[in-house]
């Protein structure tokens, strides 16, 4: 039986250039022959774990996923029963609830500060830098975070909310380099302790808050890497609660990673291990939320950055883990390593986007001038 689960593997394989044991760094070395059986009962999520386990190995994962996203090879297995019921729930569910919001902070930004610490730069940005003069992680880091601030205009003076502040940031950032007053909320308690220390002496409030408890108004909104945990039942409720809280005259950006297709679910290996109830929008799900409610002045893409990103973290992570290794097993890094390579490689195959979108309440009037 498990010869013939192995010919429908190397079907699906057929035509990405990846090999059963070969010779490539991005051909997949099986140790355990229950892999192929594994994957076409419970695809991404099976192939994931059967990682996690150890029954196969790959000495360029992100090429390996580069490859098997370029030809759509998930999408050729039919999802067991499990995957189903999943994807049904999701639809049915509001996952994403006023009432789950703070699950996400639990089980992805509690898991400990150390290990954040050691895998970001020294401002701990978790989420994409921008690469277009930078050499370093660092440096890509502050690009994108000045780049914010350019593209919304700020002054000294003015009042920011930052919906999904992180460990503070853009606060930060916004603070000492534009004399900006921040707001920050997020839903994550090891993110709001260690925030607020970072922020200690600067006009910034760090708060664990849901966004659809913000009532106070802002010159500015912005929101880094945090609609991917808003789900596609709540994205017009989002865009609610900026246009309530965003002064007339002011400017909203949403960074965000996207998706080529509209979707009501995630990846389940995803799901389970890394981001709970996440999704990434579309183009058309944003706009659709959108409309009516602000006006679209500036959509910029740069989501080969995320690739580079993403490895610079990834090698900062493995130059690390002889210090975090106490505290975290062999399967937590593997299970990280497969997330960190893997999401570079949805990145670098064009599967996944990272956009900034600069929106404002009525136009701008005389035009937005794009900033890049």
């Given amino acids: 039986m498990s010869s013939n689960f192995r010919q429908s593997v190397d079907r699906l394989l057929d035509g990405t250039t990846v090999a059963i044991d070969g010779l490539s760094p991005w051909d997949i070395k099986v140790h355990d022959e229950r892999l192929y059986g594994r994957v076409l009962s419970e695809g991404s999520l099976g192939f994931g774990e059967a990682y996690m386990d150890g029954w196969w190995d790959c000495d360029q994962i992100d090429e390996l996923i580069t490859r098997i996203q370029r030809y ?6 039919k999802p067991g029963a499990k995957l189903v019921m999943d994807a049904l729930w999701a639809r049915i569910l ?13 089980a992805h930004y509690d898991l400990g500060n150390d290990l954040y610490q050691a895998m970001l730069d020294k401002r701990m940005v978790y989420t994409c830098g921008y690469w277009k003069d930078a050499q370093t992680l660092d440096e890509a880091q502050d690009a994108k975070l000045d780049l914010v601030c350019r593209k919304i205009g700020l002054k000294s003076g003015q009042k920011v909310l930052d919906i999904g502040c992180g460990w503070g940031s853009f606060a930060k950032f916004a603070a000492e380099k534009y004399g900006a007053e921040v707001v920050g909320i997020t839903v994550s308690k090891e993110q709001v302790k260690l925030a607020q220390d970072l922020c200690r002496g600067l ?3 760090i708060k664990l808050q849901d966004y659809r408890d913000v009532t106070e108004q802002f010159d500015h ?16 409720t989002y865009y609610e609660v900026v246009r309530r809280c965003l002064k007339d005259g002011g400017l ?5 990673i996207g998706g080529n297709k509209s979707a009501r679910d995630t990846d389940p290996w995803i799901s389970k291990y890394i981001f ?3 999704m990434l929008p579309s183009a058309k799900q ?12 500036d959509w910029h893409n740069f989501s080969a950055d995320y690739d580079k990103t993403l490895m610079a973290w990834y090698q900062n992570f493995e130059s690390h883990w002889d210090q975090l290794k106490t505290k975290y097993d062999e399967r937590f890094h593997r299970m990280w390593r497969f997330y960190l390579l893997a999401c570079a490689g949805t990145f670098r195959s064009r599967m996944n986007q990272l956009w900034q979108i600069v929106y404002s309440k009525n136009g701008v009037p005389g035009g937005y001038q794009s900033i890049r």
């Fill in 72 to 77: 759509d090879v998930v999408a050729k297995l």
């Fill in 94 to 106: 509001n996952l994403q609830s006023k009432g789950r919001a703070f699950k996400i902070g639990q």
């Fill in 203 to 205: 006009p910034v409030v």
């Fill in 221 to 236: 909104i912005v929101s880094l890497g945090m609609i991917e945990h808003v789900g596609y039942k709540n994205y017009r």
């Fill in 252 to 256: 909203f950006l949403l960074h965000t």
């Fill in 276 to 278: 709970p109830n996440s």
């Fill in 286 to 297: 944003l706009a659709q939320a959108a409309e009516g409610l602000l006006v679209m002045e």
